[in-house]
């Protein structure tokens, strides 16, 4: 890559002023210097690649956006409504020309602990808990960009980012396995538990589940590597739902668990405000607080702006190129509006940002198509939705685990030097057998015990 189009630290910054009202003011103009592109030619013709771009990733968005929705504890229509505001929210304030914004694989750990502890039950949710775990989490990332602290956050060294990486694809992986085995019995979370719980329940496996799973699985990739152009999730989430809606209705017995049964039906009306009530505050609830307030900002922060850097460099961006203060500025509103309108934590989406800029979106313009006809699909299909397997999701999820580990940027780590291959081994361990907070953040501790030290490029 030349140096022509690698923006510089100093370029990255250029375009945050000073003065702090001036900031605020910079902050919050949705239209900025990011939609220069669509004046370049014909504006007409710009903005239709922008919609066109916006409708791809929106039907790409829907099924992934439920199956992490429902990896996450919380319903698939959370996933739906939350995955198209988060779009809106983030084009609009955030620093990014390319980037989409939604549900994403690094926060199921983390939303599924909250769910699972704070979550209520399936016939009485409550979602207090993590609304204000959210909420406060956008203030700080406020604060941050504000403060202008987008150059700390993005110093995490790449060993711990594609440790973190690879330990959420393992646990991704196999958080799925009783939907990919058709499992019905609950086997527990973590990973001894998992492992242990499918083994003492495999007299229940369904090789028709596993062979819906495997479908999808296949269908997705291979209709990905034909083209980007393809709504490959959404094929073979319709694919796959056909065959077992006309297997089921043939022969009961190999009936599988549907979204409805498991969620109810996908409500029509999806916007809506869903303000959190009063936690009752003691030690261990303050604790937990203040714990995955501290991993919201991390995942938030780190992912949005390594998503950020990602997007530029596929776009070969020539012009404005992203501001990781004004991103953690935007990721604040994200985190805090999303969750009042029936949504959960997002921020910026890797695989859907690259499928973004693939199908020739030029400016933030796509993700507000992307907010809108999100939303239209997903209520003229939510009768449709209904009758997914949950085998599919699993099998929509085990793509996205197998998709996240990058051999190239395995192999970057591993050229670097030994100490920076076993930070990144001990944090994707750490992330799979532990916690996800947990290992991240012991990691950051011992990289900054030891890189004077032991960080020294092989010879």
Known sequence: MTQQNTPTVQQRFAGTPDSIWQRLKYYLNPVDGRYEDLRKGDWRMNVFRDFAAGLIVAMVAIPMAMGFAMASGLPPAMGIVGGAVAGLVGALFGGSKYQVYGPTAAFIPVILAISTAYGGTEENPNHDFLIWCSLISGVILLVMGVARLGRIVAKVPDSIVVGFTIGIAVYIALSQLELVLGIQAKVGQGLINKVSGVFRHSDEISFFALFIAALTFFTFKTLLK???????????????????????????????????DKYGPIPEDLLQFTPPGWLELNGKVLFDLCYYVVAIVFVSGVESLLC??????????????????????????VQIIV???????????????????????????????????KLLLAMFL????????????GGILMFVASNMVKKAEVLEVWKHNRFHVGLMIYTAVMVAATDFLIGVLSALVLYGVLFKFLDRPRA
Not at 235 to 259: M, Q
Request: proline share 8%; hydrophobic share 50%; with cysteine.
């Open 339 to 373: 969750p009042l309108v029936n949504g959960f934590p997002h921020t910026g989406a890797l695989a859907r940002t690259a499928t973004n800029i693939k199908v020739g979106a030029i400016s933030p313009l796509a993700g507000v198509f992307k907010f809108a006809l």
């Open 226 to 260: 034909i083209s980007k152009f393809i709504p490959a999730p959404l094929i073979a989430l319709a694919l796959a739902t056909g065959i077992s809606v006309v297997v089921s209705r043939y022969w009961p017995e190999y009936s599988l668990v549907r979204i409805t």
């Open 382 to 393: 939510a009768q449709w939705l209904e009758l997914v397997p949950m085998a599919c999701i």
């Open 308 to 333: 950020s850097r990602m997007a530029d460099r596929l776009a070969d961006n020539r012009g404005t190129p992203y501001n990781p203060n004004k991103e953690l500025w935007g990721q604040g509103w």
